[in-house]
């Protein structure tokens, strides 16, 4: 097979893996002579508790203002972390940042950013939610359209020699 790849979906939680699965991106992104996407999704089911919240006390929390906080503080992270780490790279790499249910919002930005390949970590933030619900990452694996990357910590999967 011979599929040429024209974008990479890499995304990223700021969890402890994000920094491998940029440098993992980028690293495939320099092999295949394309642009990544950096991607990150707001979890729906934060605004969903918020919302609830803030129906006993509206006057002192606006969701909409908290997404738009949101989506500005993700933004400056992902901009922080590729001018801290990817500095000479960086120009192969655009950002964007969703509200949805993370699985589901990677799966839809496949198709609407005609995406090629997707890297992203086997864990991230949500260990609790992983055990209650499955993890993101596992739904992506599942239903992805394209070949999906999974990057783990070394350390816990050595080699055997």
């Given at each position: 097979m011979n599929k040429k790849i024209n974008?990479?979906?890499?995304?990223?939680?700021?969890?402890d893996y994000s920094l491998a699965v940029l440098e993992y991106a980028l690293e495939l992104a320099d092999m295949a002579h394309t642009q990544?996407?950096?991607y990150n999704v707001i979890n729906q089911r934060d605004i969903n508790m918020l919302e609830?919240?803030?129906r006993y006390v509206p006057d002192?929390?606006?969701?909409?203002?908290?997404?738009?906080?949101?989506?500005?503080e993700r933004v400056t992270k992902i901009r922080m972390?590729?001018?801290?780490?990817?500095?000479?790279?960086?120009?192969?790499?655009n950002f964007k940042v969703d509200v949805g249910i993370p699985s589901e919002a990677i799966l839809r930005t496949i198709e609407t950013e005609a995406i090629d390949l997707v890297v992203m970590a086997n864990k991230g933030?949500?260990?609790l939610s992983r055990f209650l619900f499955g993890s993101s990452a596992e739904k992506v694996f599942r239903h992805s359209p394209v070949p999906v990357v999974s990057v783990r910590e070394s350390k816990?999967?050595?080699r055997e020699k």
């Open positions: 974008k990479i979906l890499a995304c990223v939680d700021f969890s990544i996407l950096v609830t919240v803030s002192k929390i606006q969701v909409e203002t908290y997404i738009k906080d949101m989506k500005k972390m590729l001018k801290e780490h990817f500095f000479d790279t960086k120009s192969q790499m933030r949500g260990n816990n999967f050595k």
